[in-house]
């Protein structure tokens, strides 16, 4: 059952990836991101991360995709005649090649690392989410300040990046 | 069980998904679009690495990968905003106001 599952988010999360570069449509695309998206978050199932389950379908499903295809709308971009790069072939040689050679590397590579703490039990014991929040809030406090003064920083150079443009003479006081 | 290696191999192919798709697409949009499948895969990684190896630090990662996904997304759609408003360019490779 789990090797169902797993088979089956990996194949529509791969072939939703290729649809996303392949499709002509930008809306399209922007339709299969976010089956890419919400298969991705079905990985995060079997993998026992519930909490970042939730995570990826609130915020990147949810909030990230919806501020594309808002910008998408907003532009009304022109699907081209020509809307790959005009050297595409050589790039697509090569992207092939280094996944080739990655995919050898993988399946060769014998896999072994320290084991950690937080095995399924201990995790259960405590409740995916409590597990997460306690060490988000112990060990990383200091990156979650620094990632909320990133977002801060983010939204006002979005803003001001954004905003629309006033005449000089009306902006003259800024 | 399913081996970590099917999981870093699925890692793998979507992160080279997306870089195709940065290099190969002219759309700015779809060019961001690459770049979060590329941090998608960035992800299934860490979680992956993080089940298998018992430790909360590979969800961490994930996380503030999420954050940092959310925040390129909204200063990248401000620049493209900026870009079409200026009519300075329609296309990825036609963008070389910085070029010298």
């Not at chain 1, 079905?42 to 501020?67: H, P």
């Not at chain 1, 620094?146 to 983010?154: D, E, K, S, T, Y």
């Not at chain 2, 690459?34 to 998608?40: G, Y």
């Amino acid at each position: 059952m789990i090797y169902l599952l797993f088979g089956y988010f990996a194949t529509v999360s791969i072939l939703s990836g290729i649809f996303t570069i392949a499709l002509k449509n930008p809306v399209h695309c922007g339709l299969s991101l976010l089956s890419l998206l919400l298969h991705v978050a079905g990985l995060f199932v079997l993998l026992n991360a519930e909490f970042l389950f939730a995570v990826q379908i609130i915020v990147y499903a949810g909030a990230i995709l919806v501020l594309y295809l808002f910008v998408l709308m907003l532009l009304n971009l022109k699907t081209e005649e020509q809307y790959l790069h005009k050297k595409y072939p050589f790039f697509l040689f090569a992207g092939v090649a280094i996944l080739g050679e990655l995919l050898i590397l993988v399946f060769q590579t014998p896999y072994g690392g320290a084991q950690g703490a937080a095995t399924p039990e201990v995790v259960l014991q405590t409740g995916p989410s409590h597990a997460v929040g306690i060490t988000m809030f112990s060990d990383y406090l200091l990156l979650f300040e620094i990632v909320g003064v990133f977002l801060l920083g983010a939204i006002i150079g979005a803003i001001v990046l954004a905003k629309t443009p006033t005449a000089p003479a009306a902006g003259a006081d800024r | 069980m399913i081996p970590l290696s099917a999981y870093v191999g699925l890692s793998f192919i979507l992160f080279m998904t997306g870089l195709l798709g940065v290099l190969i697409r002219r759309n700015f949009i779809i060019v961001l679009m690459s770049v979060e499948i590329m941090l998608n895969a960035a992800n299934i990684n860490l979680v992956a690495f993080s089940h298998y190896l018992s430790s909360m630090a590979g969800q961490m990662a994930a996380l503030f990968v999420i954050a940092i996904a959310a925040g390129e997304a909204a200063v990248g759609l401000a620049i493209i905003i900026v870009v079409f408003r200026g009519k300075i360019a329609t296309n990825v490779d036609q963008i070389n106001l910085l070029k010298w």
